[in-house]
């Protein structure tokens, strides 16, 4: 047991992993969306239940429309996924303690096996970021054989969300821990970075002024973070550019 | 009727008997849960003890726990390597299994012993990494033909032994606990 | 017996037709009418419990099953809706069982004395409003069968529940108030099921014997359970506060446009006693059109007083609705100033002004009548009408309110699926509950009435007579 | 305690039961029995309503209800003190939420609210039962018109002197004055 | 990334890997009695547990992106780009990444089948049979009554496809593919040689320019290879040359690639030459001197009022070009597709003459030819195609066979494939799919899935570097299918004659080798290897073989301004008011529609899921009465179709969209009775270099009364405000 003085309080920190995402290159090609689904077996879920607010996208982009025709403008992309919050709403509101903050990575974990599906932190969640599994949707055979066995298959009555990709962290911790060393910066990246042909997306160490991400935010320097006002900290900085 | 049973059943005869039956519901039920635990039916009957007594180490035919998260089971051709140089192979009726899968290419349907829930992120290669020895988890292989479970694989017993190692490392014991080492 | 009338002799005769404690019958004759209403069933019954039970196998218990093993995409609930009818129904049906505890405790404690004949009816609403409440808040989960997860024991891996999560304390709560609700149900019924255990044979005879538990009405006894009821009539007001104030708090203290208010908690305890009083002076009109001698135990007088609650509450929630919509108004943000105008001018706008209508204009247009009040067809319409309104209310906090939130991309309407059997089907359940018990459990606390008898008089001002009423305890 | 008294324990006095119709005769019975020598803990009143002892003329009953409310308050005070103050701790390391502290301030008084009114509650439903000592089977001293209203002064004439206390109830308008019937309930 | 050799006995693996059934079971309790199969035989390099990765290309469409395959226990987990590779540079895009749902779709057709033609239901045969048939129609036919018609990936096998045909006489193999219709690359390339003397997909160096002026190019999409084009925009917007660079769209629909530029320009369809050419006049004029030839007769007052764009406009955008460098202007799209596009092209291309922009950085190149590629060899255009139609009507064909492209689902309905087909006795088809066509084959002799198969695709655009991109397989075939390379082959063997001699190969990795074998003496590669085998193991590691230096091409611009450039406007078929512009779905393409997670992605645009809509612009919409989702009929002169309406903001209001991909009537369970394909509404209308004039259609629009819920991922309510209640 240890004391409480111990526990480290996240608002005093900057968080550990992040991502800067920049919408101004961010074409909307969805290749993002894509590799994530491939990379954490998300379900897909048909027509009817797509269209009816129950897609399984862990990050989603979203455009808004500007003006009337014909100066009508697209507002830049803007792809959301968990802003994987410092001071998450989604954690306190759980009952069973299945949503909570990782201290070692600095992340809002949900931990599908005790998750009793009260959806209170779907609710909670500012940025509307959250999946639930409607139903236990159908994956016919042979297309099971391209689930990640790195990646826990999600059943009926479970919530589920971005995880910055934890099973590499923790394959790129594991993999420099064999060669005993750290993890280095742009070693590895989450499955979205890895795929966006724009390279909007880059994730790494917020936490380490020389990674990328940290390099970014410096030099963009007027990035945002959404809804920082309700005091979240999140951990995702877009920069709308233009 | 029912209140001549009822009163049959206050008799001490009547006592005794209820007592056999709940004795009767309860072993069976204990039956039932032991045989869960019970080592499940394998194709071949296959001799941890005769292996290890040959001084074959665990490695040797599971090197993937040095490696990566999935020890593994040997392949055939690594089984028939030696078993096509040992004249039992041809006939013993242990091995008749493994020397006709081998020869019509049919794989050996293992049923695997030691399994963790799929929400479970087990990396073995961490574990050797840190020391540990595959009885720790997997029990004394020279004393057992089948492999068998010695322990549940619960959360209980991976925190427990989780706590044990971090010891006073403050930051380790954060890191092994964290609910997000392994369930994503 | 014969003594009282003696004391009323001077009484006038409209008085004791009025008011049921000064037209007082011999206890052994008052027994005898209670008994006999439980015992008397018609056909009738029987085809609607019959048609209930229909509903409840399939609304209920057939629906859910389907829904526990197809998964929660059967019901209509999405993003952002991910709470549906399900939470309107748990929060209308806890509202509803605020009305049995209002009555029996506040009413006890304040020696409200035309509570006396209906305090059980009221409280039988309690428990069987609570578990139709459990049924949809237990529906509403993904996975169900790890309901007990959330009970406050250390699991094998000593995980405890998450203290901070305010559906945490809702279970708590409820657990509370169920539990102590059905124990204030039953503490006072024992001594009519003793009655009842005294006048019946067979397997009446065998369950009154078993439910009175032994009791003859010693001193002792009477004075343990005088002294528990005392205890109970105090100490469960606090926690039927405390339950609708923390079932308010699932939504005060998300960080939702809407729902971040302070102001929730009496809103909802407000609420909460405007459709159980509704639902009361609905279930009584009911009892007492249905149930034999009832029409002696249940006079208007009583609607007449029930109905002036309801007015007042009426008011009380209207006021405490304003005060709400005032601050969200005048201080909220865009999001705030969107989800008031989606409430107003949505696609269920037309809900919106419907409760209004029928939780502010419809009591008080009809209510400040005294005739009208003790009219039970009158004061039964409007009781339903409150209780359409205050579901209407419900529906709005929460599905309504949880289209609209800080990201626009997400705002979707909900539809609901299921929810419509399941939520038919609890409803199903509380009347076919409620009508079991009524042929079960003596529904008129006898000795409650007895004792309000003894304790009533007529006594002459000059040359006015007036009721008086002796503190007995 | 008065509620068990039973003339069949005491063997060579008689247990007698005097049914009366209505509040008063029953306390000028219990006075009379007082004069007649017996005393209190040797009677008893059965009734249909909460009578008062102040009504009767009885003394106070002693009862553990709210004792046992007020104890039941206290552990389940405590249970919510080890729910909200001691849970947290029992992980290796406690779980964090949100930013909030390890044990929270608010939520912690809606806990121990909760679970201490659950405590007494609950206590105050089994204090009902111990002092009572509910459930009671056994076959107990009664008459069914109890129920009905009347008001049954119970006691035991120590043997010798039944006919002195039957013709002071009759005389006090008791309906009957019988040797108490053990009632199978 | 680790890089793995494979091995050829690689493909005798018989053991699944462990994890599958595990898997299944999910979150619930872990199913005790799981059987796990071990290797027969386990690679050297392998472990359970641990992930090999493998370098192939994909083959979603032709532009050949290298990718790393992670597989598993012999199982494909995931697409990622290949770091090395010069096109994509270790991205990938959606379609890439869903590769994997048609590797393991449910709908695969597992067995080589015979069938009557158009029946679903088919019998399997063996690939002996098969092979015999396919001998047999070799030798049973005459040489020119057969021919192949193929897809535009794999290269190799249309290699060997080609050296079979010409060494026996067979007639060539014709090529075709949607999106190279859509993108008109026969007009782009037709366009370079006129202007530049030389046919070649020109390579536009969107990274390195300033200002991007494009006409219709969708680059950002599916255009040539949008990965690279993806790459090229990030360039320019964080500026690699310091400076935020601006793109402008001239379209008449908001495309996702208009969605990214600073300014849409919704000019009138039909003018994009005009608009070009006086862009151009405009900017010499204000540069002062000579009015070149190609812009002497283009007046911009009306090339304003043609097109609807402000004379001020185009006077700002004339400013760029006299004051920024680095200023580049892309033909493309729908611009082409119109029966002036060739003129579009070519005023396009020049006014990148007024930039001078030329073989310079953020200008117009010449992409690379792939190692071993004389020229660009470009797909067919639809014109060709309507010959081969044509051929296969009268009778002049007597075999088909089909590998890599439907045709019945990609060639416009007017075209009339499917009559086509039944004047032909016999046709074949290599599909791994049960599409339209294979449907309407004779046989099936289903062919491996892009990540089963060995081969190699020619980076034709998108690379600075002159690139042969080399496909391995990353698992072993999963169904009994069989390699068309390899059946082709033995099919030669078996009948013999100058058909042997014309594939003596043992095998499709033989035929590989001798391919890549002059490789071996090239310079200037990312590798190099003493002998063929180690080429070839580094060819698998690598990914493919490409240059290291840049190998654009600068075209030969000495007479492009001296030529006389028509302004013509592009002519529109049909009695409708309104402008039908198809395009192709960004996330689907022409052959995505059987993915189910292709389908669950939103459009970038309109983010419908599952299903095709048609964009009409609000305004529009408001005058004929229709609502989001109002089922519409379209009429053209060649067909008509219904579908649910969009209420699309930025689309002209004479214009309606709908896009393409959709529409299948066959092709698995996910792409099966879903949406409309707007190619049945295209007429055989065609513009000067035979591509067809898609965009050149005049549509109606009728009512049906009909209601049809689209499924869309944003909020009609939050986005467009729709039920939100009236303001207050």
Redesign the interface.
Known sequence: ??R?E??K???DESGKWGMVI?Q??C?????C???C???N?IS????????????M?WI??????EG???E???TP?QP?LCQQC????C???????A???????Q?N?Q??????????C???C???VR??????YER????????????????????EKC?FC??RI?KAQ?KA??EGREVLDGEFTT?CA???????ITFGRVDDPESLVSQLAKKRGHGIKH?EE?GT?PNVTYFK?? | MIKRLIDWLKQPLGLIAVGIALLAVFSFAAYGISLTQQPPEQPVQFPHQTHVAFGIQCLYCHPGAAKGPAAGIPSQAKCWACHNQIAKTETSLLLAPLKQAVLSGQPLEWVPVAQVPDFVQFNHRAHVAAGQNCENCHGDMSKVTIAENPQVFNMGFCLDCHKQVAGDDHEKLVKLVDCGTCHY | MADHKNHAGHAEEHFREKHLMLDPLPRGQMNDMVMESMHTTSWKFWVVFAILSAIVGYGLFYSWGTMIAEGLGIAGVNRPSYWGIFLVNTVFWIGISHAGTFISAILRVFKAEFRRPFTRAAELMTTFGLVQAGFSVFMHMGRVWLAYWLMPYANQRMLWPNLHSPLTWDLLAITTYLLSSTMYLFLPLIPDLAMARDRSTGWRKTFYKTLALGFRGTEGEWAHLRNAMNIFAFAIIPVMFSVHTIVSWDFAAATRPGWNSSIFGPYFVVGALHSGMGAVIMVLAVVRATMKHMKYFIRPEHFDAIAKLMLIISMAWAYFFFNDYMVQWYGGDKWTHQLLHFHEAGPLGWMWFAMLIFNIAIPWAVLWNQKWRSTPWIVFIVGFFINIGMWFERYIIVPISLSINRMPFTWRMYEPGVEIPLGIGTLAFFILLYMGASKLIPLIPVWEVEEGQMAHELKKFGRETVVSVSELE | MADNISGNENSGSVSLLAVFPDLGPAADAIEKLRDLGLSDDQMNVISGIPATEAMLGRPNQWTNVPRLAAGGAVLGFFGGAFLTFVSPFLYPVPIQVGTQGIVPGPPTVVVLFELTMLGMLLSTFLGVFLDSYFPNYRPMEYVKEISDGKIAVFFICPGENCEKFTKAMTALGAEKVEAAEVFHL | MTDKFSRRDFLKLAGVGTATTAILTGCGPASRYVKREPYMLMPEYTYNGQSTYYATTCRECAAGCGLVVRTSQGRAIKTEGNANHPLNLGKTCARGQATLHGLYNPDRVTDPLQRKRGNVSAAKMDWDAAIQTVADAFKQYKPNEAAFLMGTSSDHLFDLVTDLCSRTGLNLPVRFGALSMFESRATLAKAAENLFGEAGLPFFDVGGAQVVFSFGANFLETWLSPVSYTRGFAGLREGQTKKRGSFIQFESRMSSTAGKADEWIPLQPGSEALVALAIGRLALEMRGGPLPRAFADIDPRTAAARSGIELETLERYAEMFVNSTGVLAIPGGAALGQTNGLAVAEAVLTLNAVADNFGKQGGVFFSPTAPGQEKYQRSASVKEMQDLVQKMTDGEIKVLFVHGVNPLFELPASLEFKKALDGVEQVISFSTFPDETALESDFVFPDHHGLESWGYQRVSTGSNQSALSGSQPVVSPFYNTRSTADVLIAAAQLAGGDFAKALPFKDEVEFLQEKVAPLLNEVDGYFSAPDINTFMASFQQYGGWWKNSDSRVIPNTADVFNRNLKAAEAEFAGEGEFFFMPFVSPTLAEAGANKPWLQELPDPTTTVMWNTWVEINPETAHELGLEDDDVVKIISEAGELEVPVYRYPAIRPDTIAIPFGQGHTAYGRYAEQRGVNPADLLGRHFNEAGDLAFAGMKVRIEKTGKKQPLSRLESIMGVYGVGLGEEH
């Open positions: 047991m240890i409480p111990e526990i309080m996240s608002a920049d101004d290159i074409t909307g090609c969805q290749a969306v894509a590799a689904a491939m990379e077996n897909f879920v048909g027509e009817k239940d797509s269209g009816y607010g129950r897609s996208h989603r982009i979203e455009r808004f429309w009337e025709y014909p009508v403008k697209m992309n959301m410092g001071s998450a709403t954690e306190p509101v759980c009952p069973a303690f949503t909570v903050h990782s201290q070692a990575e992340l974990l931990v599908y096996n005790r998750c009793v599906g009260t959806r209170y779907a609710n909670n500012p940025y509307q999946s639930f599994n409607w139903r236990d016919p055979e042979p297309l099971s054989n391209q689930l990640n066995p790195d990646v826990t298959v999600r059943r009926r009555g479970v919530m995880t934890i099973q923790h594991d821990k064999s499955a890895q795929a966006c042909p724009a390279n909007a809804l309700l900290l550019g233009g």
